[in-house]
Every structure is written in C-alpha cells, then in structure tokens.
C-alpha cells in the first residue's frame, strides 16, 4: 500500500516516520492499546475522525504489520495490535507524558474539549471492583459548556458491567455529577484533584451520601494522571525579529 509520505531517507526515523506520523494514526495505536478492538468501539475512542479515514488507517497499519484483523462472532471483525505494535505503545505514550509536561495549556484549551470522547475515557477506566454493589446504580453527569446536545451523560453501572448512555435510560440515579466540561477534563487528567475540585465548589456530587464518598474510588482517572500531578514545564517560545 503506497505511503502518503515518503521521506527518500535511509534514516530509521524517516521510516517510522512514514508508518506513524500520518494523521490519527497515533491515536488509532493509543484506541488499540487501550482495549478497543471493535471498529464502533474504536470510532468512540475517536470521535472526529470520520469512519472512512479511520478504516483507511486501519488497513495501512494491517499492512505494516502493526495490526491483525482477525474474525469474530456473527462474521464481523475485531483489530489487534501484533507484537509489533505493542512495542510501539511506549512511544505514543511518550508522546502523551511529554504533552503534560510541556504543553499542559493546550490540553484544555476549547477546541480540545471534546464530552463524548472524556465520557468515553472515564467509562473505560472505571476501577471495577470498587463499583457500587451488585444492584443497578446510574450516575448522571451534566457538563456546562459543552454542545446543548452534548451536555447529559449516563453511566449505568449493573452486575459488574458499565454501559455509557446518551439518552436517559429512564432508571432512578444514585448520583448526579455537576462540572463544567474543561473542569472535568482537568480532574481526568489529572491537572486538578477531585477533592480540591470539590472543596472549590468546581465539581459538585449530589446524592446518599455514601454514594458521594464512594466516587473517588472507582472515578478512574487518566492513565497519564500521574504526570500531571507533576509541576509543568514551560517553553520558551521564539521571539521574532
């Protein structure tokens, strides 16, 4: 499959330049890493890239033996990283630590905002076994600042599963979760701890009150969280002449 970039370079960077420099292709690897192994599933992992594009990455990485396309139940498809591309992970997650360093600004500035992709991500790392009992429990989060159409999000924890809902599931919530979107980004990654958001009056927990102290515990956050504790770095931007 021709590449859309060729750098004419022996150079080993220009080559892997070449396979993982192409737009979202660092993000398709980060989905994949991240468990998503269903094409719908990796789409919500990233939501701007259209499907088209995504299935084109898809087969550019299946050709450079990144990753495996293997067939799954009622004859579709799921996609697997190969060991080759697990060996690439460390990499994008590089990429990720360097960012909460240096670029830490950018992340939350609002054209990064993005609710269904931070639903998704808080979905994914809910801590499992600190979830509340084996009853039904839904969570309702409402985000300020998002898209009218992109502001109430359910989790509906039931039997050890979690499903994320973007209509009201019609069942009684436990718990409502009040932020707005950039403050709840903050405390995802990181930048902002859930007590202090809390103290603040920046994220507000509504509900029985065992239920309020029991968010901390399974509200997983970002697995690059731990840089961003970390005192950020700062650029030095260029002046020009």
């Known amino acids: 499959m021709a590449q859309a970039t060729l750098y004419g370079q022996f150079c080993p960077v220009s080559i892997a330049s070449e396979v993982l420099t192409q737009r979202w292709t660092p993000l398709v690897i980060r989905e994949l890493h991240c468990g998503s192994v269903r094409f719908s599933d990796l789409q ?8 088209s594009l995504l299935a ?9 033996g990144i990753v495996e396309r293997r067939e799954a139940a009622a004859g579709s498809f799921e996609y697997h990283l190969t060991p080759a591309g697990r060996e690439i992970f460390p990499l994008v997650e590089q990429m990720g630590l360097w960012a909460q360093r240096w670029l830490r600004h950018r992340l939350v ?3 990064n905002l993005d609710p269904d992709l931070l639903m998704w991500d808080i979905r994914r790392n809910i801590v499992r076994d600190r979830l509340p009992g084996d009853r039904r429990f839904v969570v309702e989060f409402l985000l300020s600042g998002a898209p009218i159409t992109h502001r109430r999000y359910w989790l509906v924890f039931d039997r050890g599963e979690v499903d994320l809902c973007y209509r009201d599931p019609g069942h009684e919530i436990a718990l409502f979760v009040t932020a707005a979107l950039r403050v709840l980004t903050q405390v995802w990654l990181g930048h902002l701890g859930i007590a202090q958001a809390v103290r603040e009056d920046q994220l507000r927990l509504e509900g029985a009150k065992p239920h309020v102290a029991a968010f901390p515990s399974w509200f997983g956050l970002s697995g690059f ?3 961003g504790r970390l ?3 700062r650029l030095e931007l260029a002046t020009p002449a």
């Open 231 to 233: 005192p950020p770095g």
């Open 109 to 111: 500035e609002t054209p």
């Open 44 to 51: 919500r992992g990233v939501p701007r890239m259209s499907s």
């Open 225 to 227: 969280a731990p840089a």
């Open 56 to 64: 084109r990455r898809l087969k550019e990485l299946e050709y450079a």
